[in-house]
């Protein structure tokens, strides 16, 4: 049962991320958006979409399993950062500019 467990986890993570690769490309502008004041805002759109369709393969490779779980574990923390300091970024902006004040990034 618990081997049935992990391959079905597994496989659902890898689908997982293969779906968010799909919505990279389906959607860019969305997630562009998410990436004010960075060069190239879509072909980093595109980098992340392939990244995540290669950890999902990997991921189902048994040889691999354990390197991409860990790299997958780094780009999720690394994701989750960015986001927070858009928000972060944006509640800056949104006080200052109710306040009158300028706003210098």
């Given at each position: 049962?618990?081997?049935?467990?992990?391959?079905?986890?597994?496989y659902t993570f890898a689908?997982?991320?293969?779906?968010?690769?799909?919505?990279?490309?389906?959607?860019?502008?969305?997630f562009a958006r998410m990436m004010p004041g960075w060069p190239f805002p879509y072909v980093m759109?595109?980098?992340t979409a392939c990244l995540e369709?290669?950890?999902?393969?990997?991921?189902l490779l048994p040889n691999?399993?354990?390197?991409?779980?860990?790299?997958?574990a780094v780009y999720l923390v690394l994701i989750s950062l960015q986001t927070y300091l858009l928000h972060?970024?944006?509640?800056?902006?949104?006080?200052?500019?109710?306040q009158n004040k300028p706003c210098y990034g």
């Open positions: 049962m618990k081997r049935v467990l992990h391959i079905g986890s597994t689908l997982l991320f293969i779906a968010a690769g799909i919505f990279h490309v389906i959607e860019p502008s969305g759109v595109y980098a369709w290669l950890l999902a393969v990997l991921l691999v399993r354990i390197a991409a779980a860990k790299s997958i972060v970024r944006e509640y800056h902006f949104q006080v200052k500019k109710i």
